[in-house]
């Protein structure tokens, strides 16, 4: 009976009631994760933070508009398949749920790091496969024509692959009881994630390799190598992954530490400079 109320219910205003929503919080996360990022460290710290650039040339005009044509396209996709993931929600065939605390509070924060975790092996898996699996090849490099890597390169992706990534949220919602509120708070996480590993900019810790903690986390170099050599490094919050499946970048640890030691250097100098005046 609650199900029939609820398909009863679930009338066209209510879905462009929600298509109207999704689309301003999808717009609203790309404002700030792609335009924001970008005018913040290209534009505003731009100069300032040379010395933290992980690769040696910056995209150019054409390849930033290509990444937001192909954004918009990405965008678009999520919305319709975001639509019905909702009205499968409505339909109460999915096991996410209304109320945030319905199994206990506990299990809302074990929920998002049930979902983070396995978006982790999903990316790395189906990250992989494109560039293994020769149909989905062509498919993916379409991401790969940023190089380097920009804030707007996060959702450049080819309409199959922002199909491919857009999967995640059905298996989640299917296979993981969580708050519906999780859905939206996660895509917010994993889009500042990812504006991480498209940045031009290195800000992880110096000792990050031998840090007791930190040394699991992916960093924005990991990533931008990525886009340069076209293969290794398919992580994306955690090196987990590519260190169980040998697939880190030969290069990744000195071109890491190289990258720190001019900033270490930059500072340095920075200090006598002072100290002179
Ligand atoms: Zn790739
Ligand atoms: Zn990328």
Not at 187 to 197: E, P, R
Request: contains cysteine; glycine residues 4%.
């Amino acid at each position: 009976m609650p199900r029939l109320i609820s398909i009863l219910m679930l009338t066209i205003p209510t879905i462009l009631t929600f298509m109207a929503l999704l689309s301003l919080f999808l717009v609203l996360n790309n404002i700030i994760f792609a335009y924001g990022a970008y005018w913040f460290f290209y534009k505003f710290l731009g100069p300032t933070i040379s010395h933290r650039q992980i690769l040696e040339t910056k995209p150019t005009l054409a390849q930033i508009n290509k990444e937001k044509r192909r954004t918009f396209l990405t965008l678009f996709i999520f919305l319709l398949m975001g639509t019905g993931l909702y009205i499968c929600y409505r339909l109460d065939i999915t096991k996410t749920y209304y109320v945030w605390d319905q199994r206990g509070k506990w299990y809302f924060f074990l929920s998002f790091f049930l979902m983070h975790q396995f978006h982790d092996l999903y990316f790395y898996a189906t990250h992989r496969l494109m560039h293994e699996w020769k149909p989905l090849r062509r498919f993916h490099f379409a991401h790969h024509e940023s190089s380097p890597p920009s804030p707007f390169a996060a959702l450049s992706f080819h309409p199959v692959e922002a199909f491919i990534q857009g999967l995640f949220w059905y298996i989640t919602a299917f296979l993981i009881p969580m708050p519906a509120f999780w859905l939206f708070g996660f895509y917010t996480f994993m889009s500042y994630i990812n504006m991480w590993g498209h940045n031009a900019y290195e800000f992880w810790h110096k000792d990050l390799f031998t840090h007791p903690f930190l040394w699991i986390l992916n960093t924005p170099t990991h990533h931008n190598l990525h886009h340069k050599y076209h293969k290794f490094n398919y992580g994306i919050y955690y090196n987990i992954w590519d260190k169980i499946c040998g697939t880190n970048h030969p290069e990744y640890e000195n071109h890491y530490r190289a990258v720190k030691m001019k900033s270490e250097i930059s500072k340095t100098s920075r200090i006598f400079k002072t100290m002179k005046l």
